[in-house]
């Protein structure tokens, strides 16, 4: 059976399968976090300071040699980025993000801060401070000696094994407009229900944008 193209959104493409797993209750993928994430830098908040890091973005950041991160990095961030939040998953595979849980880091570069907001508190804590060495190398090369501290979000916690990615998604939007609103990162407060409708929203925002640009 062909696995057709739905939506081909910029740097995204989205498939038949993809959408198969919105209308169930599946796991998100890295294809369907990567395309909320692009929609929303490019549309919904642009030109805002904030910089959003896909899955697969996110993945080689954490597992590549400090001395490479550059490479990632440097095309894609400005001086305007003053928050980077990465969608953060528990593989430790370079070649597959994939991974079973999804978690989000965020990075207050005016204030050189980490915070980690994890829905399944302390799962994806190992990972989180990972990438955030990682990260403090590219960010404060002559700092290396002193290891970033990773603030654990206070967050909602999700009663299932499979929405750790909606909470991701749910997390990062609070988190921007906690940062708009010049709020902490330490609390992020989710409406549950949020979290019940955003599969579907998600779904609309495709088949709306499917109208627009067409499949391909």
Known sequence: MTNKVVLSYHDTVLHQSDIAILQGSDWLNDEIIAFYLEYLEREVYPNKGMLFISP?????LKQVQKEDLKIFLDP???SSHHHILFALNDSDSLDKPGGSHWSLLIYNRT????????????????????????????FNPAETNQPPFVKQVITAQQKNGYDCGLYLLANLEMAVKAVQA?????????????IKSKRASILSLIYLLQRKHGPK
């Open 76 to 78: 894609i961030l400005s």
């Open 182 to 194: 010049g709020r902490r990162l330490d609390e992020l407060h989710i409406d549950q229900t949020l």
């Open 56 to 60: 697969q973005v996110t993945q080689c």
């Open 111 to 138: 204030n050189d801060e980490y915070f980690h907001a994890d829905s399944f508190q302390g799962t994806n804590s190992r990972e989180a401070t990972k990438l955030a060495h990682n990260l403090h190398s590219y």
